[in-house]
């Protein structure tokens, strides 16, 4: 679970460089609020993905 919230944070931290640089989102709330539903989602989704690979691979 550890590796799935490291990367959903780079990921996250990536993407709000990328948007502050760009202009995208002036807003710091709304930058430090983008970041969080990207790690939360980001986190559950690949640790979702993980349980889910695992039980294809146990099936046969």
């Known amino acids: 679970m550890q590796r799935y919230l490291m990367g959903a944070t780079l990921f996250g931290l990536i993407w709000a ?3 502050y640089t760009q202009h995208g989102v002036d807003d710091p709330i709304q930058l430090i609020a983008s970041v969080l539903v990207f790690i939360i989602l980001g986190t ?3 640790w ?3 349980y889910v690979v695992k039980w294809f691979r146990n099936q046969k």
Do not use: D, E, F, P
């Open 17 to 19: 460089s990328i948007a």
């Open 44 to 46: 559950a989704i690949c």
């Open 48 to 50: 979702l993905l993980s």
